[in-house]
């Protein structure tokens, strides 16, 4: 079956404590991206990866991080949480070069206090 | 700037009629457009993709137009049922990027 899998979906932190969300997908796609939806803002794209080390910023990069090492993840890291970084989370992917469609993982609500 | 609009942040409509949301955007020239549907507290799911030489796509009850002059699209819902009560978003690349840009979601309430 088809899938993204991210890890926590629930997550409370205090500020400045480092996290990581993972995203692991198996359906080989190139592409990769991360998102955050708040109300009233939508979705807004914080980075994606269109292949193993190639990665680039989204429209809201300040204050993550990525990596794509391999294929199949894309870590987003939160370096130094702070509260205005309170928002749900969803990891993405798709086959690069196509007009395809994205396919989303279930979500990460992350809560900094 | 670039700029995604959807017609209203939320629409009621009764069990049977059409539901007609609206994607305006400005800035853009799309080579296509993808609409998606969220459920609360899910991530959002692939309902249909257009592209700019297409001027309308269907899939079951729903149908996109994609109008490249007045830039805007509209999603149909016909004989709505109250199972399609969800979030819609519509969903642009970037021109040249293949990187999707998304409107902020128009919230349907179907009434039984």
């Known amino acids: 079956e088809a899938q993204v899998t991210q890890n926590p979906r629930y997550l409370i932190t205090v500020t400045g404590k480092k996290l990581t969300v993972t995203c692991s997908q198996n359906m080989n796609h190139e592409y990769m991206s991360w998102y955050r939806q708040d109300p009233g803002l939508g979705l807004r794209q914080i980075y994606y990866?269109?292949?193993?080390?190639?990665?680039d910023k989204g429209d809201v990069p300040e204050g993550y991080k990525v990596s794509r090492k391999e294929k199949r993840n894309f870590p987003l890291i939160l370096e130094s949480p702070s509260p205005n970084q309170t928002s749900l989370y969803f990891c993405a992917t798709r086959t690069w070069g196509e007009a395809g469609e994205l396919f989303f993982g279930e979500g990460s609500r992350l809560t900094v206090l | 700037s670039q700029k995604i609009e959807q017609n209203s942040e939320a629409l009621n409509i009764q069990e049977g009629k059409t539901a007609t949301l609206t994607c305006n955007y400005t800035?853009?020239?799309?080579?296509?457009l993808q609409w998606y549907r969220q459920d609360p507290g899910r991530g959002p799911v692939f309902l249909l993709l257009?592209?700019?030489?297409?001027k309308e796509k269907r899939k079951e009850r729903l149908k996109v137009t994609f109008d490249t002059t007045l830039k805007q699209s509209l999603f149909h819902i016909t004989a709505s049922q109250p199972a399609d009560s969800a979030t819609y978003l519509c969903?642009?690349?970037?021109?040249?990027?293949?990187?999707?840009?998304f409107g902020t979601g128009t919230r349907l309430t179907v009434i039984p």
């Open positions: 990866s269109m292949n193993v080390e190639v990665t």
């Open positions: 969903a642009l690349d970037k021109t040249g990027a293949n990187n999707l840009f």
């Open positions: 800035n853009y020239s799309p080579a296509y």
């Open positions: 257009i592209r700019e030489n297409e």
